[in-house]
T-cell receptor, first 112, second 112 residues
Framework: DSGVTQTPKHLITATGQRVTLRCSPRSGDLSVYWYQQSLDQGLQFLIQYYNGEERAKGNILERFSAQQFPDLHSELNLSSLELGDSALYFC???????????FGPGTRLLVL | DQQVKQNSPSLSVQEGRISILNCDYTNSMFDYFLWYKKYPAEGPTFLISISSIKDKNEDGRFTVFLNKSAKHLSLHIVPSQPGDSAVYFCAASANYGQNFVFGPGTRLSVLP
């Protein structure tokens, strides 16, 4: 158990809809990262937050947005969903040393 | 443009033998590298890391070698065990822990 929690575990929705994925980092970790893993693909970095502020952006679509709240949990919002958005979405957190990232179990999103 | 490559999608090794997983990168600014292991339905878990000031790092059965001139790193697992069967991701960062770029992964199967 990495200490990073993600909800929900599974999500099935339709094209055009909007969903919110939630992540709680390990206790004390200020950095939260979001990744997308499509079928048989590597992990694509989406976005990083540090103590409530956006720190780095990767291949995140404009239809996607994220935020980190004062209690350090983070939400990833996916809107106008398309079939190609079906993927595993991982959240990770890291401590002040940033030597490694601890991953949550992921949310499996299926867009029908 | 794939900055981190793992050219072998899969690898099979006999139990007790050495497993060698390879990773190549193109960005000469990368200065910190990690290996993650991922089991099905779980998030990636950190295995071992190496910074660019070293050429080798060892942790039990796991050793990572870095060849900066060749922009190549490898993970050696000795001896391989059936429980090592998983997907292994190589990741690299140019900012010591920020903006990790992941490779596509190599699926290792250790046969009893």
């Amino acid at each position: 158990d990495s200490g990073v929690t993600q909800t929900p575990k599974h999500l099935i929705t339709a094209t055009g809809q909007r969903v919110t994925l939630r992540c709680s980092p390990r206790s004390g970790d200020l950095s939260v990262y979001w990744y997308q893993q499509s079928l048989d693909q590597g992990l694509q970095f989406l976005i990083q937050y540090y103590n409530g502020e956006e720190r780095a952006k990767g291949n995140i679509l404009e239809r996607f947005s994220a935020q980190q709240f004062p209690d350090l949990h983070s939400e990833l919002n996916l809107s106008s969903l398309e079939l190609g958005d079906s993927a595993l979405y991982f959240c990770a957190s890291s401590g002040p040393e940033k030597e490694t990232q601890y991953f949550g179990p992921g949310t499996r999103l299926l867009v029908l | 443009d794939q900055q981190v490559k793992q050219n072998s999608p899969s690898l099979s090794v006999q139990e007790g033998r050495i497993s060698i997983l390879n990773c190549d990168y193109t960005n000469s600014m990368f200065d910190y590298f990690l290996w993650y292991k991922k089991y099905p339905a779980e998030g990636p878990t950190f295995l071992i890391s190496i910074s660019s000031i070293k050429d080798k790092n060892e942790d039990g059965r796991f050793t990572v070698f870095l060849n900066k001139s060749a922009k190549h790193l490898s993970l050696h697992i000795v001896p391989s065990q059936p429980g090592d069967s998983a997907v292994y991701f190589c990741a690299a960062s140019a900012n010591y822990g920020q903006n990790f770029v992941f490779g596509p992964g190599t699926r290792l199967s250790v046969l009893p």
